[in-house]
Structure formats: structure tokens, C-alpha cells
């Protein structure tokens, strides 16, 4: 077995180096806990940036693997399959009305790709309407999207036609999504830019508007679907019909999928091979999707994130810090905005054992998985409090 400096050193020189990295190695997990080489216990609240709601080492999923991969890994929709027949009816089940079919694929941003071609074929149309800060993947379509000019310049011209409206501010809805427009795209809490939940005024003009003109209502839910924001998909919140819907993360409790949810109508305008995937839909995905799924539903977890989150965000307002201008979030997708850069208490929070994300150069981001019991949800906030303020707990 590798030592942790020679794992480091093997990552550090082969990796393409695109990513920041930590220095720990995290070699199990169990629910809302990880545990590095040298056994020390972190609280996670990055969750694989949003992926494991259902907690680490979900025995459900495990199980569903297992079974799985002992008789058919492989098997692409040339041929039917019983677990992804079964994800399909239950993706059915679980997404708004408006949403009848569905295409199986890889990742978040191939989610997107998937709806940005899709809008174009059921409009007819090319330009498309994003909003400011919206952050949507860093594939070409899903970074034209994308409004960071850190992530877009670099890559100049991406694909025309992309407008950026400012996000929750209805007013500016009218003049930018026209008849020239194939679909508008909106997250219902930005994430990236630092979790900001938009209003059911903004979201319900935007859905108006595009039913005018003719344009396609889209909303990513790669991180916030699944539960997270204390309803299955947090455009439920708000009972909005999309014509599409993008889904990944936290689908099949840590293995890789994605998901497009279209309309009827959408999906007439669909020939053969218009978009097809080798991995999606397959046999291993399907079955985890299919045990995460059940776990969720099961286990209420969007109940459960409704009154964590609720809490959690009650006892981070009670912080008294100079150094905090505002705790926002919806569910268990939480942020504290701070006056300053947020990375120094990140790194600290770390030190305490607790693992927490960014969120643009200010906000201190909390993605915990929805199983995590509400003893180490405090605790996260009381190491929290001791990182901003000079007082509160030790580590």
C-alpha cells in the first residue's frame, strides 16, 4: 500500500493539474463522516460537492452494485433493461408533470449540452438567455452558458447567441427573452457564484414569458435536485412546469449519471441518433440510481433537509461576527457571505475537521449529505463560529 506523501506526489505528477487540491487523503466514508490515512474523522460538508446526499458508503447502493455488476454491466439502449426501465418510471414518478420523458447520460454538463441541442431542434432557434453568475458546466455549450469571465475567457469565441440577464430580477425578463429565443436557463439557487435562491416572482415571469414567445423553459437542477433543497427538485418549490429539467450529482448516491427530462412536446421533435451516449443509461448506473432513489423517497430526505437546513442557518445567524454580511440558502445548500475572502476560515474549518466548500471568492459553502445527524450539523456551526469570531469552540 501506498504511503499518503507517495500518493500526493504520484497525483501531483501525472494529473493534468486543473483542480486545487487539498493535502489530506480520504480513504473511507460512512454517512455525513470521512476519515483520512491516519484515521483522523472530518465532518463533511462538501459531499462531493453535491453528490452524496444519501450519505458515504450508502449500503443501499452498495448492494444494487454488487447485485448488478455480477450479471450485466454493459448493455447501451440498443437493448431494453430492467433497471433502466425501472430509473425511467421512477424519474416519472418523481420530476414536475411537465416532464414525460427522459435522456440517460454521464455528467451535469452533458445534461446541459443535451437540452441546449434539444432546444434548438423543438425551435428552431439559435440564441439562448442565461443569467449573471449562473454557472452551468465547462463543456462549450454549458460554458457559453456560464456567465464567469475567469472560466470563459480563456476559451473565446465559445457558441454564439448566449445573453446573460441578471439573475432574480424579473423586470429585465421581456426585453432579452424574445421570438429569436430557442430557451431560457436558470438554476433555482445559483450554487457556484455563492447560493443564491432566486424568487417565485423571478422564476414565475421567466416561465410566463418563455410560453409568449415560444421559447423553452430550462431549469438546471444538477445541484440542487435530489432532495437537497428540502423538496425532491427545488423547482417544486415553487410548482414550476419546465420544459426541460437537467439532473446529475446526487442521482445514484456517488456513481457517475445525468439525466435530461423533457416535455411531450419536446421530445416529438426527436429523430433517431439526434443524441446518444455509449455509458448512459447503463445497467451499474441505472441500479444505483434506482437504490438512491428509493433511499431518498424512503427515508423523506427532503423532509429531513427542509428542517436541518432550517436549523442549520438559524444557529449560523446567531454568529456574532463584523466578518459575516449575510447566511442564505434553501434546505441543506447553505452559505455564509463573508466580508472578506473566504479561503483562510476554509482552510481553518479544515484544521477543526470540518470540510467545507467555496463559493466565489466570499462565501464559506455547506453541501453536507442529508443523512448527517443534527449533533454534527452543530458542530460544523459551532467550529464555525470559532473560526469568524474570537471566541466559541476548540478543536
Not at 442529508?370 to 467550529?383: F, H, P, R, W
Amino acid at each position: 500500500m501506498l504511503e499518503t506523501k507517495n500518493i500526493f506526489e504520484i497525483e501531483d505528477r501525472y494529473t493534468a493539474g486543473t483542480y486545487y487540491k487539498r493535502p489530506i487523503e480520504l480513504v473511507r466514508g460512512e454517512g455525513a463522516r470521512v476519515w483520512d490515512r491516519a484515521d483522523r474523522r472530518y465532518i463533511d460538508c462538501v459531499g462531493g460537492q453535491g453528490v452524496a446526499n444519501i450519505g458515504h458508503a450508502n449500503p443501499a447502493v452498495a448492494r444494487a452494485l454488487a447485485e448488478q455488476a455480477q450479471s450485466l454491466s454493459v448493455c447501451t439502449e440498443l437493448f431494453y433493461h430492467e433497471a433502466r426501465a425501472g430509473l425511467l418510471e421512477r424519474l416519472a414518478e418523481i420530476t414536475p408533470d411537465s416532464i414525460q420523458r427522459f435522456f440517460l447520460c454521464n455528467s451535469g454538463a452533458e445534461s446541459i449540452e443535451a437540452a441546449l441541442k434539444l432546444a434548438r431542434l423543438s425551435t428552431g432557434r439559435t440564441d439562448f438567455v442565461a443569467t449573471m453568475r449562473g454557472y452551468h458546466g465547462k463543456t462549450l455549450g454549458a460554458l457559453s452558458a456560464t456567465y464567469n469571465k475567469d472560466y470563459r475567457d480563456p476559451f473565446l469565441p465559445l457558441v454564439p447567441g448566449f445573453t446573460h440577464v441578471p439573475f432574480d430580477r424579473p423586470e429585465n425578463l421581456r426585453n432579452v427573452i424574445t421570438e429569436k429565443t430557442a430557451g431560457f436557463l436558470v438554476e433555482i439557487v445559483q450554487g457556484e457564484s455563492g447560493v443564491r435562491p432566486g424568487s417565485a416572482e423571478f422564476f414565475k415571469a421567466a416561465a410566463q414569458r418563455c410560453r409568449e414567445v415560444g421559447a423553452l423553459f430550462i431549469i438546471d437542477e444538477v445541484q440542487t435536485g435530489f432532495c437537497r433543497t428540502g423538496r425532491m427538485f427545488a423547482c417544486q418549490h415553487f410548482n414550476l412546469q419546465p420544459d426541460l429539467i437537467c439532473m446529475s450529482k446526487a442521482m445514484a448516491g456517488g456513481v457517475p449519471i445525468g439525466a435530461l427530462g423533457m416535455s411531450e412536446a419536446v421530445s416529438k421533435k426527436l429523430f433517431k441518433l439526434a443524441h446518444t451516449s455509449t455509458f448512459g443509461g447503463n445497467p451499474l448506473a441505472c441500479a444505483a440510481a434506482n437504490a438512491a432513489i428509493d433511499f431518498m423517497r424512503g427515508e423523506k430526505l427532503d423532509q429531513r433537509a427542509a428542517q436541518l437546513g432550517e436549523n442549520f442557518m438559524r444557529r449560523l445567524g446567531k454568529i456574532e461576527s463584523k466578518k459575516i454580511r449575510e447566511v442564505r440558502g434553501m434546505g441543506l445548500m447553505v452559505g455564509i457571505e463573508l466580508k472578506e475572502k473566504s479561503g483562510p476560515y476554509i482552510q481553518k474549518l479544515m484544521e477543526r475537521g470540518i470540510l467545507v466548500l467555496g463559493a466565489g471568492p466570499t462565501v464559506i459553502r455547506y453541501l453536507p449529505p442529508l443523512v448527517i445527524e443534527e449533533s454534527d450539523l452543530m458542530e460544523a456551526a459551532e467550529q464555525t463560529q470559532a473560526v469568524l469570531t474570537e471566541t466559541g469552540a476548540t478543536a
